[in-house]
Structures are given as structure tokens and as C-alpha cells.
């Protein structure tokens, strides 16, 4: 079972102006309610990102269900991954804290399911010794929960992320050890926001958030998931995933009005230039998953994700003159 005191757990809270009151409270109940399971009151860290009407909703919700949760208000909204910084940074102050649980604010990342993340990260320590190691909380599927394109697209970037990071190992001469997430599928739902991380990983975690201090790349507000994936298993942490439950469909998403392949192309490019890939590298890992994702075999949807490729590719054009490979799409007949 869960061993709570030595067990942080941290979640990164934003809503639209457009979720209700009593919505947002909702929301926060399911997500804090039984929390005690995961984490003693100490360990428990709520971070508000930059919305100031939350904070009194987020104190009516603790005082009733979790009345020592430690509440950061941010003043500034910085992205999710500066309330996953913020709290990695915290629980590291605690050196009796072995592991560090992230869940998001919405109620889909279940208490009941933690335990089954918390027994494949020990089994990892068990097997494997003093190393990062990082459980993924993987949904079975992505389609109901985020719909059909953008489950297309993290799927496409979870199999693309997984390539690229064995081709940067590979030329350490070392292979990633995949045996704790291949029982479900070549990569992980490393999108998911649910993971367990030990204290390793976590340190791994917050080097690679710290990353762009400028905030150049925006990675506070894009990177909160797929930034510290990159830099743990860049650093040969261990992923393992256990499936979890999930919404069949999200009552709130931040998601709605962003421009999909640019959104999601800007991830991947930077994945791309983390393991320097050359462009024509690149264009392989990424045509090997077009070449056969649902999405390309509808009209609008190729056209959307042969744009995606191209904003994929242009940042790593080394030449003005260099060309962007063509799209060759697999066998002519089937």
C-alpha cells in the first residue's frame, strides 16, 4: 500500500473565466476528496496558476476535505509547467519525500488509481536500483476523452517523442529499457498529466522545466509533460505506465481554441532539436507515423497534418536553400 508521509503530491490548478463557480468547485472536490491516501496533509501542495478568483473556491473546497493542503496563489498566469516546477521545488525541501505525484485540477486523475502507478515505480526500484525512474498514469484510449484529432496527435508525438529519444541514445550507444511500458503500446501516454516520479527523476524533471529561463520557448506554458518526459529519459530514467481510468468525456479543457498543428508542432520540434535530429532524420521518424495515422485518410485531416510536418521540419532546415523532404506516404497499393 501507499506509504503517505514519504509521498508529494502536487496539482497545478487553472480555469477559464468561462467555468463556473460552483463548476470549478466541483472540479476541486472529486480532485482533493480521499487525497489523505496519496499524501499527508504536509505533502500536499495545490498551485493556483494566475487566477485570482479561484483562490477563495480552492479554500472553501480544502477547508472541507483537505483543510492542511499548502496553497500557492501565483499572481502571474505562467503555464502549467511553473505550477509543476513550483511544486517538485517545494516537495524537494523535504528530505524524507521519496516520491512526487503530479495530478491534474479537473477530477480525471482518480485517487483509486495511484496505487497501481506507485507499485510499478517500486517495482522499477526493486529491479533496477538507484535510478530516475518515471510512472506514467496511461489512459487505455485517447479518442473519447480528447477527440478524434487530438488524440491523433499525441499519439503521433508519443511514437515520434519514443523514436527520437532512442536514436539520441543510440548514439551513446545505449538502449532505452522499454519493458516496464510495452505490455500497452511502443510508447507511453507520456502526454498524460497523471505521473510519479522519484526523487531522481523529479531532480531531472525540474533541471529540464528550469531550462529556458528566459522563457523564450515558452516551455512553462507548452512543455509541463513532454519537457520533463525528454530530459528523464534523455538522463536513462525508467518510464513504466499502468493504465488508469479517464473521463469519456473532459467537462473542461484548455484546449479548445488552439491551432492544432502548430500547437502541437512547436512540441515536437523541440523534441527533435533536444536529440539532434537532422532534418531528413526527422522527416523519417515522422513519416514513418503519418504514413499509417487514421487522420491521413481523410481529406481535411491530411491536409492539416502535412502542414503539422512542415512546421515540424522548417526549424531544423540548416540551409536557406535546403529543401523540406517531400511526403512520399507509404505503398501505392495495399
Same mark, same amino acid.
Given at each position: %500500500? =501507499?506509504?503517505?508521509?514519504?509521498?508529494?503530491?502536487?496539482?497545478?490548478?487553472?480555469?477559464?473565466?468561462?467555468?463556473?463557480?460552483?463548476?470549478?468547485?466541483?472540479?476541486?472536490? =472529486?480532485?482533493?476528496?480521499?487525497?489523505?491516501?496519496?499524501?499527508?496533509?504536509?505533502?500536499?501542495?495545490?498551485?493556483?496558476?494566475?487566477?485570482?478568483?479561484?483562490?477563495?473556491?480552492?479554500?472553501?473546497?480544502?477547508?472541507?476535505?483537505?483543510?492542511?493542503? %499548502? *496553497?500557492?496563489?501565483?499572481?502571474?498566469?505562467?503555464?502549467?509547467? =511553473?505550477?509543476? /516546477?513550483?511544486? /517538485?521545488?517545494?516537495?524537494?525541501?523535504?528530505?524524507?519525500?521519496?516520491?512526487? *505525484?503530479?495530478?491534474?485540477?479537473?477530477?480525471?486523475?482518480?485517487? @483509486?488509481?495511484?496505487?497501481?502507478? /506507485?507499485?510499478?515505480?517500486?517495482? #522499477?526500484?526493486?529491479?533496477?536500483?538507484?535510478?530516475?525512474?518515471?510512472? $506514467?498514469?496511461?489512459?487505455?484510449?485517447? @479518442?473519447?476523452?480528447?477527440?478524434?484529432?487530438?488524440?491523433?496527435?499525441? *499519439? #503521433?508525438?508519443?511514437?515520434?517523442?519514443?523514436?527520437?529519444?532512442?536514436?539520441?541514445?543510440?548514439?551513446?550507444?545505449?538502449?532505452?529499457?522499454?519493458?516496464?511500458?510495452?505490455?500497452?503500446?511502443?510508447?507511453?501516454?507520456?502526454?498524460?498529466?497523471?505521473?510519479?516520479?522519484?526523487?531522481?527523476? =523529479?531532480?531531472?524533471?525540474?533541471?529540464?522545466?528550469?531550462?529556458?529561463?528566459?522563457?523564450?520557448?515558452?516551455?512553462?506554458?507548452?512543455?509541463?509533460?513532454? $519537457?520533463?518526459?525528454?530530459?528523464?529519459?534523455?538522463?536513462?530514467?525508467?518510464?513504466?505506465?499502468?493504465?488508469?481510468?479517464?473521463?469519456?468525456?473532459?467537462? $473542461?479543457?484548455?484546449?479548445?481554441?488552439?491551432?492544432?498543428?502548430?500547437?502541437?508542432?512547436?512540441?515536437?520540434?523541440?523534441?527533435?532539436?533536444?536529440?539532434?535530429?537532422?532534418?531528413?532524420?526527422?522527416?523519417?521518424?515522422?513519416?514513418?507515423? /503519418?504514413?499509417?495515422?487514421?487522420?491521413?485518410?481523410?481529406? %481535411?485531416?491530411?491536409?492539416?497534418?502535412?502542414?503539422?510536418?512542415?512546421?515540424?521540419?522548417?526549424?531544423?532546415?540548416?540551409? @536557406?536553400?535546403?529543401?523540406?523532404?517531400?511526403?512520399?506516404?507509404?505503398?501505392?497499393?495495399?
Amino acid at each position: %500500500m =501507499a506509504k503517505p508521509s514519504n509521498i508529494f503530491m502536487i496539482v497545478p490548478a487553472w480555469f477559464s473565466n468561462q467555468v463556473a463557480d460552483e463548476q470549478v468547485e466541483q472540479l476541486l472536490t =472529486a480532485t482533493f476528496q480521499g487525497v489523505e491516501r496519496i499524501a499527508k496533509p504536509r505533502n500536499q501542495f495545490l498551485y493556483l496558476d494566475g487566477v485570482e478568483r479561484i483562490f477563495p473556491i480552492a479554500n472553501k473546497v480544502l477547508q472541507k476535505v483537505s483543510p492542511h493542503t %499548502m *496553497v500557492e496563489n501565483a499572481l502571474e498566469n505562467r503555464g502549467k509547467g =511553473a505550477g509543476v /516546477l513550483a511544486g /517538485l521545488k517545494k516537495g524537494m525541501e523535504n528530505e524524507t519525500v521519496k516520491w512526487f *505525484v503530479v495530478r491534474d485540477a479537473d477530477g480525471d486523475h482518480r485517487v @483509486e488509481d495511484f496505487q497501481g502507478m /506507485l507499485d510499478v515505480g517500486r517495482q #522499477i526500484e526493486e529491479e533496477c536500483g538507484d535510478v530516475p525512474i518515471l510512472a $506514467v498514469g496511461g489512459r487505455w484510449r485517447l @479518442e473519447p476523452p480528447l477527440s478524434l484529432y487530438r488524440a491523433a496527435y499525441e *499519439v #503521433i508525438l508519443n511514437e515520434c517523442i519514443q523514436s527520437a529519444l532512442r536514436y539520441a541514445l543510440a548514439r551513446e550507444n545505449y538502449i532505452p529499457d522499454e519493458t516496464y511500458f510495452r505490455q500497452y503500446r511502443r510508447a507511453p501516454d507520456l502526454q498524460s498529466g497523471y505521473k510519479l516520479y522519484n526523487r531522481n527523476a =523529479a531532480q531531472l524533471a525540474i533541471k529540464g522545466l528550469e531550462s529556458d529561463p528566459d522563457n523564450e520557448q515558452n516551455l512553462l506554458r507548452w512543455g509541463a509533460e513532454i $519537457v520533463p518526459y525528454v530530459w528523464n529519459v534523455k538522463h536513462r530514467a525508467i518510464v513504466g505506465e499502468r493504465l488508469r481510468s479517464t473521463y469519456r468525456e473532459q467537462p $473542461v479543457t484548455a484546449y479548445g481554441s488552439i491551432k492544432r498543428a502548430e500547437f502541437y508542432a512547436q512540441k515536437l520540434a523541440w523534441v527533435f532539436a533536444q536529440c539532434e535530429l537532422s532534418m531528413w532524420n526527422a522527416a523519417h521518424i515522422l513519416d514513418n507515423e /503519418l504514413t499509417d495515422a487514421p487522420l491521413m485518410f481523410d481529406a %481535411m485531416g491530411k491536409t492539416e497534418l502535412l502542414a503539422f510536418r512542415k512546421a515540424v521540419l522548417l526549424p531544423l532546415k540548416r540551409r @536557406e536553400a535546403d529543401g523540406i523532404p517531400p511526403f512520399r506516404g507509404g505503398v501505392r497499393f495495399l
